[in-house]
């Protein structure tokens, strides 16, 4: 009888049908897990830009501060009402007249001529004002106030200079103006806010060329209009 030449505890191929069994269990799992498996992708919460629109070029209202007087102390009322009898006697006094001639004839109210002192209107806003300050050139348009606002863009135009230092060094932005239109159509109390010097002087350096208008008028008085216009200075 013949010997078996390897051992039997070291025989690699008694159980190799279980281990091909499992082996290929371990596969079709694996191979249905990458089926099956679902990637999902993540939101790009930082790629989106945002597009911010540029300011409108809208009228600044005016500053206007209003001084309230403080209210006034309340009465104090007495605990105890104390009744003073005066004895003093009366005396009358007799008034006499001051005229030199009591028979001098009296005028009446109609004979007084009436001077009627200029009073100091306070500014009325350029969008409620009855009547706009007219600029030149406006006269016979008939809406004298969208008239207005196109000859100032047009006067900013045509006076627009972009300052050099501000140039070199990429300085751009807007300037808010507000100025005066006086009584006389003259132009006054100019301010201005923005972000550098040099363009806030050329803003200014623009408004004082404006030209002389006809004032605005409220009931049918002239009076002073504030106005307000940003110039943008941007660079291409």
């Not at 191979?31 to 993540?42: G, H, I, L, S, V």
């Not at 605990?79 to 006499?96: F, L, S, W």
């Not at 009073?119 to 106030?145: L, N, T």
Request: proline share 13%.
């Amino acid at each position: 009888m013949m010997k078996p030449k390897k051992h039997p505890k070291r025989d690699l191929n008694k159980n190799s049908g279980l281990y091909f069994v499992i082996g290929l269990i371990l596969v079709m799992a694996c191979t249905y897990m990458a089926f099956e498996w679902k990637t999902y992708d993540r939101p790009n919460y930082y790629g989106e830009d945002i597009n911010m629109p540029d300011d409108p070029l809208e009228e600044l209202p005016p500053i206007i501060t209003l001084d309230v007087p403080p209210p006034p102390p309340e009465p104090v009322i007495p605990d105890v009402i104390e009744i003073v009898i005066n004895e003093d006697p009366i005396i009358e006094t007799v008034v006499a007249s001051s005229e030199s001639n009591p028979d001098k004839e009296i005028l009446e109210v109609k004979d007084i001529d009436v001077i009627d002192d200029p009073v100091d209107m306070p500014p009325v806003p350029f969008s409620v004002i009855e009547e706009v300050p007219v600029f030149p050139g406006c006269e016979k348009a008939v809406d004298k106030r969208a008239c207005f606002q196109d000859q100032m863009n047009r006067h900013i135009r045509k006076n627009f200079r972009y300052p050099e230092i501000p140039l070199e060094m990429g300085i751009q932005g807007k300037v808010y103006m507000q100025f005066m239109i006086e009584t006389d159509g003259s132009i006054g109390h100019i301010q201005k806010r923005g972000p550098d010097k040099h363009l806030e002087a050329e803003a200014t350096r623009i408004i004082k060329l404006l030209p002389k208008m006809q004032p605005g008028k409220q009931r049918g008085t002239p009076v002073k209009v504030p106005f307000s216009i940003p110039i943008n200075f941007k660079l291409q």
